[in-house]
C-alpha cells in the first residue's frame, strides 16, 4: 500500500499540532487534519482561554524548539495556595502553601494564553516541510491506517493517531468505548482584571458546590474556573456581565481589589470520560480522546501533553530499531505506559472533587486537618510541590527537555 503519510492525526487543537512537530524531528511525516476553519484557528484576539503549563510542559515545548517564542507572554507560577471556605466568608485558616524556592528547578509552571500557544504552534507547523496542516477537514469514516474526509478524500497512512476531544470521532469509529460519569458540575471559565497585583500566586478556593482557581496571567489580569452545580451555572451564564461579576465577587473575594471581565465568558460540563483502550490497529488516542478528568488539579494539558511526549518516544526508539512503529505490540508499550498515570491521577481528581465539593462538616474538619498536616511538613509538601510541576513519575525524554 502507497501511503500519503507517516501519520494521519485527527484534530488541529493543541496535541496533534505538538506530536507532529515532534515526530518531524526524527523524520516523520504528518498530516493534521483540522475541522476548523482556517480563519478560526487563526484568530489572534484574546478569548479568556488560558492554560496551566507544568514545569516538564515548558521543558518539552522548549526542547521543540517553541519555549522561546512563548515565554515572553507567560506568566510564571510562583506560589499555589489551596484553602477551603463558604461564599462570602473567606479562607479557612488551615491552608495549603507551596512556594516554587522549595525545589531547585525554577517556577512550578507558568500561565499562557491559548493565543499565544495556538498561534505558535500554527506557525511551526506552516514552516515544518514533513506536516502539512489540512484545516476545515472534517473526517467521516476511517478503516485501518485510512481516513475519508467529508469531500471524498481518503488518505493513508501507517498510523492513525486521535487527538480529537472527549467526544472523540476517532475513538467511536475503532469501536473504542468509554467510562465515565457525570459530576453534576460546570465549569465556569472567564478572564478578570484586578487592581492590585497577583504576585504569581495561584490559589484554589475549595467551597461546597465545587473549586475556584484563581490563576495568574501577565499583567493584573487571572484566569477563573469556577464550578457551580449545573442548573446554577446555568442561571449565572444567562445573567449581564454586571450581574455575573456581583455573583462572582463574594466568592473571589476582595483581596485582588475591584474586578472587571477581560474577554469572554465560557463555560463546560464537568464529567469523567477514560477510554476503555488507548489503542487499536494502526491507531492511538491522546489527550481527552483518551481521557478527560475534573479540572480541579488543572492537569488536563499537561496529560495531553505526557500522551504526546509518550508516544512520539515510543515511536521513534521503534522505528530506530527498524520496527514497523505502528504494530500492535509497539502501540502496546504507550498504552502500558500512559495507563496506569492516567488512571492515578483520574482516582486522585476524582476523589479530591468529592472530599472537596460538599458542605459536611466532619468531611470539612477532616480536610482542613490534612492540609495543615500537609503544609507542616517539608518533606511532603516539597513532594506535592515536584508533583504540581510535573517532575514525579516515568517521563519520556520530551519532558525532561531532552531531545526525541
Known sequence: MTHDTDILIVGGGLNGPTLALALAQVGLRSIVLDALPADVRQADGFDGRSYALALSSTRMLDALGLWGKLAANAQPMLQIKASD?????????WFLHFDHAEIEEGPMGHM??????????????SETPLVRHLPGSRVIAQGTGTVTLEDGRTLRARLVVGADGRASGTAA???????????????????IRHEKPHGGIAHQFFMPAGPLAILPLPGDRCSIV??????????IMAMSDADYLDVLRPRFGDFLGQISLAGQRYCYPLSL??????????????????HGVHPIAGQGLNMGLRDVAALA??????????????????????QSWRRFDTAALAVATDTFNKLFSNDNPLL??????????????????RGFIRQAAGLTGDLPRLLQGRAL
Not at 470520560?273 to 483518551?290: E, K, T
Request: proline share 4%.
Open 313 to 334: 518516544e515510543v515511536l521513534t526508539d521503534a522505528k530506530r530499531r527498524g520496527e514497523d512503529f505502528a504494530a500492535s505490540d509497539v502501540l502496546a508499550r504507550y
Open 364 to 381: 470539612r474538619a477532616g480536610r482542613d486537618i490534612g492540609m495543615g498536616i500537609v503544609g507542616a511538613m517539608p518533606g511532603l509538601r
Open 85 to 93: 471556605g463558604r461564599a462570602g466568608e473567606g479562607p479557612s485558616p
Open 273 to 290: 470520560s477514560i477510554a476503555n483502550a488507548f489503542v487499536a490497529p494502526r491507531l492511538a488516542l491522546v489527550g481527552d480522546a483518551a
Open 112 to 125: 499562557l494564553e491559548d493565543r499565544y500557544l495556538r498561534q505558535t504552534l500554527l506557525t511551526a507547523m
Open 173 to 191: 469509529r475503532a469501536g473504542i468505548k468509554r467510562t465515565g460519569w457525570d459530576y453534576g458540575q460546570t465549569a465556569l471559565v472567564c478572564a
Open 226 to 235: 469556577w464550578s457551580e452545580t449545573h442548573d446554577m451555572a446555568a442561571q
